[in-house]
């Protein structure tokens, strides 16, 4: 399988992935909504179902959709991404660039179905909430520590599902959509126990992506972009990920 198409993949799910992730944000915190003010659980299944749908398009390329999740698969010794596709410089850079860029787009997508809502005049941070994450604490170094364990259990579930092995990208199991279905749950897990503090970015792409297209689309009254915070969901992410790949060879026998 060539790059090219791995990249293509990548960027089309994880645009999927933001575009319905960001959606049922828009939904939920901007005035004029119809799904205004339905709360956290209601966001926690709609982001699990974003990466539901997300993976399934995804498929050629195993529905990585997240840097994390890349070098967590590096970490954990895969020798491919998937069959093909070797663990390289070039296929890392490849999967986390179309990632990033299908962050992007999937946000701009987002705010496109919501523009007469983003018009509306809203709370301050309520716009760029919906691009990104932010805390309820502020407190860099306990921020950056929730990141990484709620990465941390992203990436070391998905390995123990055995949806990669030491030797690759190859299934342990051919669950077809289950597999995917069984991240976007797990997704909602994390989420409902984890997501409090900081909203559980729990994916570089996914922040920086969008926090990007906040900054430049032509909102009115959006306010910061709040770079000063947007280093912590991609750290906290990478060492959660890349943690639970070298941990996978001793707990992951």
């Known amino acids: 399988m060539s790059l090219a198409t791995i990249f293509l993949s990548e ?4 645009a999927m992935l933001l575009l319905l992730g960001a959606g049922v944000v828009a939904n939920n915190l901007l005035p004029k ?6 709360g956290a659980l209601h966001i926690n299944f709609g982001w699990g179902l974003a990466v539901f749908a997300g993976v399934l398009v995804s498929y050629k390329s195993g529905g990585h959709l997240n840097p994390a999740v890349t070098l967590g698969i590096v970490a954990s010794g895969a020798k491919e991404f998937v069959p093909g596709v070797p663990v390289d410089f070039a296929s890392i850079v490849t999967y986390i660039g179309a990632q990033l860029l299908g962050a992007f787009l999937g946000a701009v997508l987002a705010w496109m179905a919501y523009k007469n809502q983003f018009d509306q005049d809203a709370p301050d941070g309520i716009k760029l909430g919906v691009f990104s994450t932010g805390p309820e604490v502020r407190d860099p170094v306990w921020n950056t520590i929730t990141e990484a364990i709620a990465t941390f259990v992203l990436v070391f579930v998905v390995l123990a599902s055995g949806k990669f092995t030491g030797a690759g990208a190859t299934p342990a199991a051919n669950l077809g ?12 897990g994390i989420g409902a126990s ?3 503090p900081t909203g559980y970015a729990i994916n570089p792409a996914r922040d920086l992506g969008p926090r990007i297209a ?3 689309l032509p909102i009115p009254n959006k306010g910061s972009s709040d770079w000063g915070y947007a280093w912590i ?4 992410p990478i060492i959660g990920g890349v ?9 992951l026998p």
């Open 177 to 188: 959509w289950l597999g995917a279905l069984g991240v976007a749950l797990l997704v909602v």
């Open 11 to 14: 960027t089309v799910g994880t």
């Open 214 to 216: 906040h900054a430049v």
């Open 233 to 236: 969901p991609v750290v906290g």
């Open 33 to 38: 909504s119809k799904g205004n003010g339905t």
């Open 194 to 196: 984890l997501g409090g």
């Open 243 to 251: 943690v639970a790949g070298l941990a996978s060879h001793v707990l």
